[in-house]
């Protein structure tokens, strides 16, 4: 057979690649909109209906072309069949919610007591949001950022020593580690509040050591008590978000080869430089993901400024709260989610520019 | 077949994983996650809301919280939700009105005291209530103001009042009151005072005085509520007003001013509803402003508690049963109103909670069970107190949304 049959050979074989991933791929997305245009209720009644006998249609088609397309043509499709599940439920959980709230965001309530806002393109609420709630967003990234610095200064070294010195406890600490996630985390707030309680045993330790000054001189304590301040929420922020930065760091931190260590330490490095130069670097990407997964709820978390804080302590997501359930002023709470949406987002990006970790490893 | 060998993708795994968790990450704080759920309320509480339809059917409906009732029998079943300790209870547990209600009629009730604040509660009924929708109980407990503001807005049904004969026991001086003025929406379930409650052991010392809230040395350690009326309205009186008399916000603007500069000072520990109790009884709170009964009955369990009236001042306010729009179990609600406006029975409610009953000739009643409670001002107040204590103007529509911006200003998150 000569170079010419070959090459000729191989063109139908392209061109049937190209279409089969072209026609996956536009499934993917009919099937996508479809459903994300029922959740935002773009179509309704009998429409929505039609939408998803449509989208059942799509993914029985892809399913028959698959089965009877051979392998080469399962093997193509294969890709956009399993990513279907994620997609169709982010497009009807995250993207359709999405958009209802970016809408609601633009509307205002006709009367007080008015159940529908009506859309009108209002920016109201965003200049509200700004205006009114600078405090609260100030707070809750500053009681957020202390909460996650506290956790990888407690959260590290414990990494570290699971990791590095655990031997066959490894898995027990690491086990004791994910227990708290065995209570809800309300419960587990709420502890905290008993706990600290003006009359609770901690206080009365603090107390009985005749320690209260001292307390009081950190600002941990405020007249005597430790609950309702500001302290207390941090702590139980960090308390409650501590797992999440714990694991990424533990899995970062047990991939690295222990012979690297000993490599140095034969090249006469003194330890506190070999953990510096090889260690603390191949485990920044396990204190980056660790951040992202504490910083990220931490900001918008309301459970522990609603038990632990203060009138004078609340955090945007208390705020938030209050706009939906209990003002019932939604496209102001509306509003204010995106814009604390929108501050995350930046935030993660200028950390991703400055700690990013595509360049350590 | 080395990795070198295979097609390239478009992007590389870790990127595509970094930048996914960055942007999946942002979306995923609870606020948003709250927000989400909040575009869809409506939806939610309709599901919870037609119950009372179902019910026709005969299906029983799944409730939204707290006891069953005894041999519920679904179709029949009358539902009243009510504040917490507010009706008496025997000594398991079982409330005992609604059990003696029960085997007197034969109507299957169910009793939840999920009614924690009037804000919270209006914000959780208004979507369906809004929207045409009915709830699920078919008695709730508002304060008068709110029940005021539903009778306004026609979220309510006319009581069936011409098949409650005993309605004619109702205290002349709450016949057709400010917030109801026809008579024909409300009855109220129990009076009262609000005052100052607060535990010995935490203040060192007797307290005497609203302006004891603001004393430096409880820092901290107060807590008020966040019933606007209750709270402005102390502070009110402090400052020499008359709340009952305020037709405008200027009138009232130095008391906001006083709670505003408390709130920023650190005085206050928490704006609460009904649930001040627990943290004045462990002494999280060393003062708060409270509800007579309430704290009354506390005091029968922890003897450092105390309530006062103010010399400055208290307030006096109502609770009322009102049936939200298309509440059916009509003629139940009807017997149960009959019921409980009976003194005889009346009075075993009022010896219990211990506040002001609104049904006439119940002091001769609990002179029968308990002599010394007949004579509690607290109970059954003489002169001296009802001088002593003022209610709430009612405000115009206007007038109260620029209360309550001002007030929510100060306590909202």
Redesign the interface.
């Given at each position: 057979m000569s170079a010419a049959d070959a090459e000729h050979d191989r063109e139908p074989a392209r061109a049937s690649t190209h279409r089969d991933e072209l026609v996956g791929l536009v499934a993917l997305i009919a099937a996508g909109v479809l459903i994300a245009a029922v959740g935002m209720r773009l179509l309704t009644g009998p429409l929505a209906t039609l939408a998803v006998a449509g989208l059942l249609a799509i993914v029985a088609t892809l399913v028959v072309m698959a089965i009877a397309g051979g392998p080469q043509a399962r093997r193509r499709l294969a890709p956009y069949g399993l990513l279907k599940p994620g997609i169709l439920w982010l497009a009807l959980f995250y993207l359709a919610p999405l958009f209802t709230l970016a809408r609601e965001s633009l509307s205002t309530l006709p009367s007080r007591f008015a159940v529908q806002a009506e859309f009108d393109w209002s920016i109201g609420n965003y200049t509200q949001a700004f205006r009114d709630f600078g405090p609260q967003f100030t707070r809750g990234f500053a009681y957020a950022a202390a909460a996650t610095v506290l956790c990888i200064a407690i959260g590290y070294p414990l990494a570290y020593v699971i990791a590095f010195r655990g031997g066959r406890w490894r898995n027990l600490l690491l086990g004791l580690v994910v227990l708290p996630f065995f209570t809800s985390y309300l419960i587990r707030t709420i502890a905290w509040s008993s706990l600290l309680a003006d009359s609770g045993p901690i206080v009365g330790a603090i107390d009985g050591l005749r320690l209260t000054s001292v307390f009081e001189a950190l600002q941990i304590m405020d007249n005597d008590r430790l609950i309702n301040t500001p302290a207390a929420v941090i702590g139980g922020l960090t308390y409650n978000f501590l797992p999440f930065m714990i694991l990424p760091i533990y899995v970062s931190l047990e991939k690295i080869n222990p012979a690297l260590v000993e490599a140095a330490k034969d090249l006469y490095s003194p330890a506190p430089s070999a953990f510096r130069r090889i260690v603390l670097p191949l485990s920044l990407p396990g204190v980056f993901a660790g951040t992202l997964l504490t910083f990220i709820p931490a900001a918008g978390d309301f459970i522990n400024a609603e038990y632990l804080g203060n009138p004078n302590t609340t955090m945007i997501g208390n705020s938030i709260q209050d706009q939906f359930l209990v003002q019932n002023d939604r496209p102001l709470a509306a509003a204010m989610s995106f814009v604390l949406m929108a501050v995350i987002t930046v935030a993660v990006f200028v950390y991703t520019k400055f700690l990013g970790t595509e360049e350590l490893s | 077949m080395t990795s070198s060998d295979r097609p390239r993708p478009p992007f590389d795994r870790?990127?595509f994983l970094?930048r996914s968790?960055?942007?999946g990450?942002?979306?995923?704080?609870?606020?948003?996650l709250?927000?989400?759920?909040?575009?869809?309320?409506?939806e939610g509480a309709s599901t919870g809301a037609t119950g009372g339809t179902d019910e026709t059917t005969g299906a029983t409906s799944p409730g939204t919280g707290g006891a069953s009732s005894p041999g519920g029998t679904g179709g029949d079943e009358l539902f009243f939700e009510n504040w917490p300790e507010y009706i008496d209870l025997t000594e398991d547990g079982a409330t005992g009105t609604v059990d003696r209600f029960t085997e007197a009629t034969g109507v299957a009730m169910r009793y939840t005291d999920a009614f924690n604040d009037n804000?919270?509660y209006?914000?959780l009924i208004?979507?369906a209530l809004?929207?045409g929708e009915t709830i699920e109980p078919d008695i709730i407990a508002p304060t008068s103001w709110l029940a005021g503001?539903l009778i306004t807005?026609g979220w309510v049904d006319k009581l069936p009042l011409d098949q409650v004969p005993n309605a004619a026991n109702l205290r002349p001086d709450l016949q057709q009151p400010a917030w109801d003025p026809t008579g024909e929406y409300s009855l109220p379930w129990q009076t009262g005072l609000t005052g100052i409650a607060y535990n010995l052991d935490?203040t060192g010392r007797e307290l005497t005085r609203t302006e004891d809230l603001f004393d430096p040395a409880f820092?901290?350690?107060i807590g008020m509520l966040t019933e606007m009326r209750d709270t402005i309205g102390l502070i009110l009186q402090h400052l020499g007003v008359d709340p009952s008399t305020i037709t405008s916000f200027d009138e009232a603007a130095e008391a906001f001013e006083m709670l505003a500069q408390a709130?920023?000072d650190?005085q206050?520990?928490?704006?609460t509803g009904n649930d001040y109790l627990d943290d004045l009884s462990?002494?999280?709170f060393a003062a708060c402003i409270g509800w007579s009964g309430d704290v009354v009955q506390l005091a029968l369990e922890n003897p450092a508690v105390r309530f006062i009236i103010p010399e400055e001042g208290g307030n006096s306010w109502a609770d009322t049963m009102v049936m939200p729009k298309g509440a059916d179990s009509r003629d139940a609600a009807a017997e149960w109103m009959n019921f409980v406006y009976d003194p005889v029975q009346a009075a075993q409610i009022t010896a219990y909670v211990q506040f002001v009953s609104p049904v006439a000739g119940v002091r001769e009643e609990v002179a029968k069970l308990d002599p010394e409670l007949a004579e509690s001002p607290l109970l059954f107040p003489d002169e001296e107190m009802l001088s002593n204590v003022k209610g709430f103007a009612n405000l115009g529509?206007d007038v109260e949304?620029e209360f309550d911006a001002a007030f929510?200003?100060?306590?909202?998150?």
């Open positions: - | 870790r990127q970094r968790s960055a942007f990450a942002a979306g995923l704080s609870l606020p948003a709250l927000a989400a759920c909040g575009g869809d309320d409506d804000v919270e209006f914000a208004q979507p809004g929207s503001r807005l935490a820092r901290g350690k709130k920023a650190g206050i520990r928490a704006f462990t002494g999280n529509e949304a929510s200003d100060i306590i909202g998150a």
